[in-house]
């Protein structure tokens, strides 16, 4: 009896193993958008399966319709979604991650083009990225269709890791601001004639200080933000949340102006939750994505949060830094 039940303990040790060396394959769900599929081992949880993939439960739980209190048993399936956090194909990726190659399957009638349309890329990359030289690919055969970004201190998928030939751009995690020298006026010399007394100015006046604007693109976009819906699936409509108030500041982002797509850096909050932050000053609220927390960005710097310049021009606020009410599910 102990034998058998040995055995039982090393075939699953094994099926755990065999998953995470196996390449992963994409499939698209009811939306058209990607995911891979997870068969849960021994000792996993919500938790440990978001390491692996990079990803929040809070994200893929509610994909799945489970909660985060639901039961996990050994062998069960999970759709766990790609998306910008954890899904590259252009753009970026920190300097603590790897990618690891997404492949799919070639079915008859797909072309090259079709599959760069299914999947929203381009030929010339998926050329690169599997060293094509022409066009034409095999029904069966397996095709990279984009990467999967794993922490390369966090994920067993990072040894799979690989140099792509269209390597994705390493960004430090604090923006850069590029501040412009003004050049000092030139001063007329001031001529006084000899017989006449010279006629002294007035004492200047001590100007306050006005808190330095921050810059506004055109917005085109107009709402509380694309991940509004999300958020009301992680906290049940609103039913489940956390709540603090304090002070933060604003970072450039080129998202969230014409998508409503919103994000935040917050500490203690995980990496994938989506939160509602308020100006009490007018009552407006967005809903932003937490890509990482302020520590990592701005260390020392006593804030509560970072949010894109986008989120802050539609809750109304100019100011660099400021405060705010934000809400988040249990």
Same mark, same amino acid.
């Given at each position: 009896?102990?034998?058998?039940?040995?055995?039982?303990?090393?075939?699953?040790?094994?099926?755990?193993? %065999?998953?995470?060396?196996?390449?992963?394959?994409?499939?698209?769900?009811?939306?058209?958008?990607?995911?891979?599929?997870?068969?849960?081992?021994?000792?996993?949880?919500?938790?440990?399966?978001?390491?692996?993939?990079?990803?929040?439960?809070?994200?893929?739980?509610?994909? /799945?319709?489970?909660?985060?209190?639901?039961?996990?048993?050994?062998?069960?399936?999970?759709?766990?979604?790609?998306?910008?956090?954890?899904? #590259?194909?252009?753009?970026?990726?920190?300097?603590?991650?790897?990618?690891?190659?997404?492949?799919?399957?070639?079915?008859?009638?797909?072309?090259?083009?079709?599959?760069?349309?299914? %999947?929203?890329?381009? /030929?010339?990359?998926?050329?690169?990225? /599997?060293?094509?030289?022409?066009?034409?690919?095999?029904?069966?055969?397996?095709?990279?269709?984009?990467?999967?970004?794993?922490?390369?201190?966090?994920?067993?998928?990072?040894?799979?890791?690989? +140099?792509?030939?269209?390597?994705?751009?390493?960004?430090?995690?604090?923006?850069?601001?590029?501040?412009?020298?003004?050049?000092?006026?030139?001063?007329?010399?001031?001529?006084?004639?000899?017989?006449?007394?010279?006629?002294?100015?007035?004492?200047?006046?001590?100007?306050?200080?006005?808190?330095?604007?921050?810059?506004?693109?055109?917005?085109?976009?107009?709402?509380?933000?694309?991940?509004?819906?999300?958020?009301?699936?992680?906290?049940? +409509?609103?039913?489940?949340? /956390?709540?603090?108030?304090?002070?933060?500041?604003?970072?450039?982002?080129?998202?969230? #102006?014409?998508?409503?797509?919103?994000?935040?850096?917050?500490?203690?909050?995980?990496?994938?939750?989506?939160?509602?932050?308020? +100006?009490?000053?007018?009552?407006?609220?967005?809903?932003?994505?937490?890509?990482?927390?302020?520590?990592?960005?701005?260390?020392?710097?006593?804030?509560?949060?970072?949010?894109? +310049?986008?989120?802050?021009?539609?809750?109304?606020?100019?100011?660099?830094?400021?405060?705010?009410?934000?809400? #988040?599910?249990?």
């Amino acid at each position: 009896m102990k034998r058998a039940f040995l055995f039982v303990i090393v075939l699953l040790s094994c099926i755990s193993a %065999f998953t995470q060396t196996t390449p992963l394959l994409v499939q698209l769900d009811n939306n058209s958008n990607p995911y891979l599929s997870h068969s849960i081992g021994p000792k996993e949880n919500f938790y440990s399966i978001g390491r692996i993939y990079n990803t929040s439960p809070r994200v893929f739980a509610p994909y /799945n319709g489970l909660e985060l209190t639901s039961p996990l048993s050994i062998g069960q399936q999970l759709k766990i979604p790609l998306n910008e956090v954890n899904f #590259w194909q252009t753009g970026t990726r920190k300097e603590n991650e790897t990618v690891v190659p997404v492949y799919h399957v070639v079915k008859q009638g797909e072309s090259l083009t079709k599959i760069s349309q299914l %999947f929203k890329t381009d /030929n010339a990359s998926v050329k690169s990225w /599997n060293n094509l030289n022409s066009d034409a690919v095999s029904v069966g055969s397996k095709v990279i269709i984009g990467f999967l970004k794993v922490d390369k201190t966090l994920s067993p998928l990072a040894a799979q890791g690989m +140099n792509v030939r269209s390597e994705p751009t390493l960004v430090k995690q604090e923006p850069k601001v590029e501040v412009k020298k003004e050049e000092p006026k030139k001063q007329e010399p001031l001529v006084v004639k000899k017989e006449e007394p010279v006629k002294q100015d007035p004492p200047k006046q001590e100007v306050k200080k006005e808190e330095p604007k921050m810059e506004v693109s055109t917005v085109s976009y107009s709402g509380n933000g694309f991940f509004r819906d999300e958020f009301n699936r992680q906290t049940n +409509n609103g039913k489940r949340v /956390n709540g603090n108030s304090g002070a933060g500041s604003v970072f450039k982002s080129t998202s969230g #102006w014409s998508d409503g797509k919103y994000y935040v850096l917050m500490d203690n909050v995980e990496k994938g939750t989506i939160v509602m932050i308020k +100006n009490p000053s007018n009552g407006k609220a967005v809903f932003a994505k937490v890509l990482g927390g302020v520590e990592e960005t701005s260390p020392g710097s006593g804030l509560m949060f970072r949010l894109s +310049n986008a989120a802050a021009a539609q809750l109304g606020i100019s100011a660099e830094k400021f405060n705010a009410e934000i809400v #988040w599910g249990k």
